[in-house]
Every structure is written in structure tokens, then in C-alpha cells.
């Protein structure tokens, strides 16, 4: 059983698309992450919920919206794509306590043209 | 703000060489300390944590200790195989749900 699953795992697309990437997980857990992958493998936290509450919004363009229908699921919708935005992205959840471990994804490898 | 810092790779050994990755951090308060590991093709998958200073982590003959007093996480293993060849990620969580990465480094391990 694939703990967290993302869909899809590969996505081409030209610039100035809109496209969405999914996440569920089924640990029960009740924290949720979106991570983007550089070209240089440099991690970076976009955004995260707990609960199906925001609460963490780093500085990102507006043209990225995450929505979080329920504690399993969390979704990352990405308007007006750029060629800038290519890169890996990476759902992640974890328990939902300060500190705990994160369970990563696969990873959606976007590339925009 | 919080920071981690982890030595540039790429690293290379031949197989059963020992392996150490520097990783050094700067953070107020007590942070939690995680090395996470990225095979080819992969997400992320914790290798080993340690919580307060002077914990050992340890996994799959891995081993990090947390050094408060050099504000440290060096990752070790004494004979490394072709299988560790991966990206190896050192991480802090201070308090809150934010975790900072370092920036990787990628090991190649040789027949």
C-alpha cells in the first residue's frame, strides 16, 4: 500500500496552462506539505496543513493555490504556468505534532515549455 | 532564521570506504535534527533523527550524533555499498512544522 501517492508523476505542459497536481495520503496522518524540487535538488517548503487549516504559506506566487478537501487529501493547483515553475514536486505529510517526521511522495516531475 | 549547512558533493568512494557527510546547523532553541535520504527517482525517506543533544541516531549502519556544542550532525557510516548511492539531506525542524533542508549531497559509491 503506497502511503503517500501523488498523480500524476509526470506532467508536460505549455507556458501559460493550468494544471493541478493531487496528493492523498493514507497514514491517518493529520499534517500535509507541498515541496519544490530545483533542477539542483534545493528543497523548498511551499506550503503546509494541518487539519485542513493553513498553516504554513511561504513566499510563493499567488499563481499557486493549494486546497486541502479533507485531512487525507491535499491538492496543488497551479495557474498561468511558466518555465520557471519546471521543476520536482513533492507532497509529504506527517503525524501532525511539531517536529515529526515527514513521509515524502514520489514526486510530480512538471515540465513547462 | 534557521539554517542548515552540508558539505558540497558530489562525493565518491569506493565500496566499503567510510563515508562521512558534514552537516552543521544554526537555530534558536532546541531543534530537532533529521538526515533524510532520496534514491534516483524518489521522494524523500527519513534515514535517522536524533531530538536532543548528544542523541545518537542510527539506521541501516548509518549514524549521526546531535552536537550542541558545535551545533553539528555529522553523518557516518563505515563501509558504504553500492545500494547507499543516493542524495543525502541533512534537516532541522525548530518549533512549529517547518522544516529546513540543506541542499544535499549526492554520493556515488563505486564497484
Known amino acids: 500500500d503506497t502511503a503517500v501517492s501523488q498523480t500524476p508523476k509526470y506532467l508536460v505542459t505549455q507556458m501559460g496552462n493550468d494544471k493541478s497536481i493531487k496528493c492523498e495520503q493514507n497514514l491517518g496522518h493529520d499534517t500535509m506539505y507541498w515541496y519544490k524540487q530545483d533542477s539542483k535538488k534545493f528543497l523548498k517548503i511551499m506550503f503546509s496543513y494541518n487539519n485542513k487549516e493553513l498553516i504554513i504559506n511561504e513566499t510563493v506566487p499567488n499563481r499557486f493555490s493549494p486546497k486541502s478537501p479533507d485531512k487525507a487529501h491535499l491538492n496543488l493547483h497551479i495557474n498561468s504556468l511558466e518555465l520557471g515553475d519546471s521543476a520536482v514536486y513533492f507532497c509529504?505529510?506527517?503525524?501532525?505534532?511539531?517536529?515529526?517526521?515527514?513521509?515524502f511522495g514520489p514526486g510530480t516531475r512538471l515540465t513547462v515549455l | 532564521g534557521d539554517s542548515v549547512t552540508q558539505m558540497e558533493g558530489p562525493v565518491t568512494l569506493s565500496e566499503e570506504a567510510f563515508l562521512t557527510i558534514n552537516c552543521t546547523y544554526t537555530a534558536t532553541g532546541y531543534p530537532s535534527l533529521f538526515w533524510y535520504v532520496q534514491y534516483p527517482g524518489e521522494g524523500l525517506q527519513l534515514l535517522l533523527k536524533a531530538t536532543k543533544a548528544d542523541d545518537k541516531g542510527s539506521n541501516k549502519g548509518f549514524e549521526a550524533t546531535y552536537r550542541k556544542e558545535t551545533t553539528s550532525f555529522h553523518l557516518e557510516k563505515g563501509s558504504v555499498q553500492v545500494s547507499d548511492s543516493a542524495v543525502y539531506f541533512c534537516a532541522l525542524t525548530g518549533g512549529g512544522f517547518k522544516t529546513i533542508f540543506g541542499a544535499g549531497t549526492r554520493l556515488f559509491v563505486k564497484a
Open positions: 509529504a505529510s506527517s503525524q501532525g505534532r511539531e517536529r515529526d517526521t515527514q513521509y
